[in-house]
């Protein structure tokens, strides 16, 4: 295909621009890990601002590692983010299938109700309430269950519903299919790009989620990642006036910084994958015929 | 007979709605009834149904305190600034993220630009601090290096705006760019090859078939974030603030957090987060008409 | 697609036997081995301020739960609170019905949680154990126990807190080098400040020393840095109450904290004070005395001790500034007095009895004498708690107790059990590890002789107004110590405070509470 000369400026000029935009996302992040690999006495001397740091210490790491809680965690976290996002994604496909239908009677009610539920919340009491009585305290299910549906998402994949064309499903019924064959046949094999795209989202929710476990679970064996790794930054001596003495090993930066570059690589390494499924051209050949 | 037919006909789509329907039914209108905590004295012992009604106590709290107006203006000003300036960019680095040819390249920038979005604040401040404070900070080392003045970015008020607009928009601009993306890769890839052959240039492209694609996912975000006009960032204001920005960054959800949840009188809190749902909906309504009167395109 | 739903499907049914195998296994029963007549109670612990964070073995691993339950017959669950949302957690489990039957914290008569609970009958008085078990009515003095104390009852125990650790401490090297002799007043104090800031005391040429620095905290305006202000009598962005002739004194409003603002600003103005003050925040406020940015700060007796504890310097002053001398100054006089800090809370850490304790009489005695127990230095337990295993954590020597080293790792945990501790001078003695450098408890000696200033807010039961008045008066100090407000606009401040932001009803309902307590006439 020949390319026009405006076209290869546009490519260039484009090019450059996101480069500058990586780097400027990039730079505070790599500086971050940079710091999770500088000996505290280092940092200590030249407070920070090396991007290389002259000397690598992969202390932090290790004892992040060695923690006996962390690989629980971290197995804990996996669990929930494949159970979780698994059961967000079935739920939300075939609940925001029949509201995409524009003809279902009671359709705008339906979705005002819901959408009605992103902005009134009855609070904590309750919902604290609601899980005890359902027995879920110190399971999983507690922290997957009430987020089991997150209307943001519902929306999202309802609209993109509808934005398929109709003479696809209108095809597929007069060939005698189910509702049910529809959706697994025809809508969502067009719908990856908004698949995948949720499943990021309820994933990365999942393994960065913290509060419902903070509140539900109690038993240091279930805590997931996020929960433990909390706990290791969090100032324990939040007043000055309490311990005096030095038990509490105080997390140096190097450790908070080793922390969070550990909670992010699931995360770097989630989203090439996710991006597989962006191709284009998913509508071709579909209508032809 | 009519309906009866029709319910024949959609009873597969009902039946697909069961499980959303108990979910929503049990976890979010089943708590609901929290919300009357917002009128009530509540005592752990009588418990939310049966502690003695406090009527509009714990509103008059929140709307007669001297600083409500502040908390108010600061709320609605910092909210619709970050919608206005955070948007826009968003989608055009997905325009502009669609346009790029590399696989590979494309996911490096792509990731690369969302990863701060895993950042919490309480690290983004240590980036900030790095750069932006009026002794140590970079910028200002330049600045005096110029022979200038430093600046209080972060403690003073002219300033501490725009940095919180700023600091978010580079937060979360790759995050927010992925959902937009997603619908560009959805638009049919016929329509932009026939407008080459026709001779139309990047920018019609651009105007006439990315943007009216992805219309849709644009008016969605819009709507539901009118929804959420009355949070203004709660967490990244709590740890960037300071007393002397207190002028122009106290917003409601800061106030509350020192008069009602630090303070574990939690009553004001949940007459505060019923006030802000209640114009947080009713925006919500009033937008969504709005989309479907000039764009067709709406939540319902 | 369909595959992919069945595989759903698959998942979630596995999903659903891991999280039912991962269920707590049924607790166990009370040991049968047991001698028959001693009752065992299940309780539930609460640490709502826990002083360590390190990760807890549970219940099993934990073997001062099983030394408790053998000894005491209590079978005590730690509740561990999250190091974010304590509050939020505790509220909805008390919400919830699941209250637990101990809870540790900082929960004075000034804190709202505190007297919620009480008005709520959440916590019990403990009056009528402290018959029963006298050595806790000992702990604290009468007027101790009024940080404790509603409507006449007391409502938790409590250890007495440490003496004063706070005073300030300076760059010896800088005065030295400059020919300055260490201040002694706060005209002194300003001179100095000024001095370190612009005749360069670390020789290096640059612009980049200063008197003093900061940080801000979200409900202060300025920490580190009482043993300033306190010679004033008046803290910058706090009220600090207290009584003179017989009436009862905003230290937010008075003359002295004018003078403190004044005196601040002109530091201010002077550049003599870092400009990152307002926007440090506890990482940096180290970085920057540890690299020799400041040459006077506030700091706890334990500042030059290389130890990881929150005040303690010592390790980064050695990585980033060896030849630093750094060396405490007594009490700064002022217009109020020679004060070197304002009077801690003498209340240390608090415990309360909630209404489940209490429903089973038995259950509750069985828990106060626990803590009596706990919190006499003379018992086995107080040494088992607070020392740990002898041979283990702490060893004899010369007749004398010795913690062995800095826990390891997987024992920190033990730090769950350590807040019991009584702060005597043996228990300073004994607690240093044997890498402590000797004159630390003289350090400690010196900082609990410096003058303190007493308070009184601290024990009053807060004004629902209190919190917007406070973030007031924080705003307005800001803005006079910077200079952006004059203070030819003193009065106005202080009249928009006792009108609209309510301070002549706060004042008035704390004149009335010290009245009570018997402290005004």
């Known amino acids: ?289 | 007979m009519g309906i009866g037919l029709n319910l024949r006909k959609y009873a597969p789509l009902y039946i697909m709605l069961i499980p959303g329907i108990v979910y929503y039914l049990l976890f979010r209108y089943g708590p609901m009834y929290g919300l009357i905590i917002a009128f009530k004295n509540f005592n752990v012992f009588d418990g939310i149904l049966g502690s003695p009604w406090a009527g509009w106590t714990h509103f008059e709290a929140l709307f007669k305190n001297p600083q409500f107006t502040r908390i108010l203006t600061n709320t609605v000003v910092i909210s619709l600034l970050k919608l206005v300036c955070g948007m826009p960019p968003a989608i055009i680095l997905a325009l502009m993220l669609n346009e790029l040819r590399g696989q590979w390249f494309k996911r490096i920038v792509q990731t690369a630009s969302y990863l701060p979005h895993f950042l919490s604040w309480v690290m983004i401040y240590g980036i900030l601090f790095a750069f932006l404070s009026p002794g140590t900070g970079l910028i200002n080392q330049w600045i005096k290096g110029f022979g200038g003045d430093a600046i209080g970015f972060m403690s003073d008020k002219h300033w501490f705006v725009p940095v919180l607009v700023l600091s978010e928009i580079w937060k979360d601009v790759g995050w927010g760019a992925v959902l937009y993306l997603a619908g560009l890769a959805g638009i049919n890839p016929e329509l932009y090859e026939a407008a080459t052959v026709d001779g139309a240039g990047k920018w019609k492209q651009t105007w006439h078939i990315s943007l009216p694609g992805i219309l849709p996912v644009i008016m969605l975000v819009l709507i539901l974030r009118m929804g959420s006009v009355l949070n203004a960032g709660f967490e990244q204001i709590y740890i960037l603030y300071n007393p002397n920005v207190y002028a122009v960054s106290d917003i409601i959800d800061t106030w509350v957090f020192r008069n009602g949840i630090e303070q574990m009188k939690f009553p004001i809190a949940t007459a505060a987060g019923l006030f802000k749902s209640v114009i947080g909906f009713a925006l919500v309504l009033i937008s969504n008409k709005l989309a479907r009167k000039y764009t067709e395109s709406g939540l319902w | 697609m369909k595959r992919i739903l069945a595989a759903a499907l698959a998942l979630i049914m596995i999903a659903t036997v891991l999280a039912a195998c991962s269920k707590k296994p049924e607790e166990k029963a009370v040991d049968p081995a047991k001698p028959a007549e001693k009752k065992v109670y299940k309780i539930n612990y609460w640490q709502h301020a826990p002083w360590t964070r390190a990760a807890y073995p549970g219940k099993d691993q934990d073997w001062m739960v099983k030394y408790i339950l053998e000894k005491y017959g209590l079978d005590i669950n730690l509740q561990i609170a999250p190091a974010d949302g304590a509050d939020a957690k505790l509220n909805a489990m008390i919400a919830g019905g699941d209250i637990p039957d101990l809870i540790q914290g900082y929960f004075t008569v000034a804190s709202t949680a505190f007297t919620q609970w009480v008005q709520q009958g959440v916590i019990m008085p403990v009056d009528p154990y402290l018959k029963e078990f006298p050595k806790l009515n000992t702990l604290l003095n009468e007027r101790q126990w009024q940080y404790l104390s509603m409507d006449g009852k007391k409502w938790g125990v409590a250890p007495y807190s440490d003496k004063n650790f706070d005073t300030i401490w300076i760059r010896q090297d800088w005065l030295d080098k400059l020919n300055l002799k260490a201040p002694t007043t706060t005209e002194e104090l300003a001179k100095v400040a000024l001095a370190f800031a612009t005749q360069d005391p670390d020789g290096n040429g640059k612009p980049d020393t200063y008197g003093l620095t900061s940080h801000t905290n979200t409900n202060v305006l300025m920490s580190r840095v009482d043993s300033f202000f306190a010679p004033f009598g008046a803290m910058p962005g706090s009220n600090q109450m207290y009584i003179e002739n017989n009436q009862v004194v905003f230290s937010a409003l008075s003359d002295n904290m004018k003078n403190a603002l004044t005196w601040m600003n002109g530091l201010v103005k002077a550049k003599a004070i870092d400009p990152d003050w307002m926007t440090n925040k506890n990482e940096n406020w180290r970085q920057s005395v540890a690299q020799g940015r400041v040459g006077m700060v506030t700091g706890q007796f334990q500042f030059t001790r290389e130890s990881a504890c929150s005040d303690c310097l010592g390790m980064e002053i050695k990585a980033a500034n060896p030849n630093a001398k750094w060396v405490m100054l007594p009490a700064i006089k002022g217009s109020k007095g020679a004060y070197s800090a304002w009077e801690k809370t003498p209340v240390g850490n608090t415990f309360h009895l909630t209404r489940k304790a209490t429903d089973d009489p038995e259950k509750a005695k069985a828990i106060m004498k626990f803590l009596q127990d706990a919190l006499d230095d003379k018992t086995e337990l107080y040494d088992m708690l607070v020392w740990g295993k002898p041979g283990e954590q702490i060893e004899m020597k010369d007749g004398k107790k010795w913690a062995r080293m800095v826990l390891p790792p997987e024992q920190q945990w033990l730090g769950y059990w350590r807040n019991w501790r009584l702060g005597t001078d043996e228990y300073w003695q004994v607690s240093w590890r044997k890498e402590t450098p000797a004159d630390l408890l003289d350090k400690y000696k010196f900082t609990a002789a410096q003058p303190v200033i007493t308070r009184y807010e601290n024990m009053l039961k807060p004004h629902d107004a209190t919190a917007d008045m406070l973030s007031y008066m924080r705003e307005m100090h800001a803005k006079f110590a910077l200079g952006e407000e004059p203070m030819s606009n003193w009065d106005k401040y202080v009249q928009t405070v006792m009108t609209k932001y309510r301070g002549k009803e706060i004042m008035d309902d704390a004149t009335a509470q010290l009245k009570k307590l018997g402290l005004i006439k």
């Open chain 1, 1 to 289: 295909m020949i390319i026009s000369r405006g076209e290869r400026v546009f490519q260039w000029v484009n090019v450059a621009f996101l480069v500058l935009v990586a780097v400027v996302a990039l730079f505070p992040v790599l500086y971050l890990v940079s710091m999770s690999l500088t000996p505290l006495e280092v940092l200590y001397k030249y407070g920070g601002f090396r991007v290389i740091p002259p000397q690598v210490t992969l202390e932090a790491y290790k004892q992040i590692l060695s923690t006996p809680l962390i690989p629980r965690a971290f197995m804990n976290s996996v669990i929930i983010t494949a159970v979780g996002t698994t059961i967000n994604l079935a739920l939300t496909i075939i609940t925001a299938y029949p509201l995409s239908k524009r003809r279902l009677p009671g359709r705008s009610v339906l979705t005002l109700l819901v959408t009605f539920t992103m902005m009134f919340s009855g609070g904590l009491i309750p919902s604290y309430l609601l899980v005890k009585n359902l027995g879920l305290r110190d399971t999983y299910w507690a922290v997957i269950l009430p987020g089991a549906i997150a209307t943001y998402n519902l929306l999202v994949m309802k609209g993109f519903f509808e934005s398929l064309p109709e003479e696809l499903n209108e095809a597929a019924r007069i060939d005698g299919a189910s509702e049910w064959r529809v959706l697994t046949s025809v809508t969502l094999p067009l719908s990856k790009p908004v698949i995948a795209t949720l499943g990021l989202f309820y994933g990365v929710g999942h393994w960065n989620g913290f509060f419902d476990a903070m509140m539900y679970i109690s038993d240091s064996r279930l805590l997931p990642l996020q929960v433990v790794l909390r706990n290791i930054l969090m100032d324990a001596m939040r007043n000055t006036e309490v311990t005096p003495d030095a038990i509490q090993v105080m997390p140096g930066e190097t450790l908070k910084m080793a922390t969070v570059v550990i909670a992010l690589i699931p995360v770097l390494l989630a989203y090439p994958w996710v991006q597989k499924h962006f191709t284009k051209g998913v509508l071709i050949g579909s209508i032809k015929g």
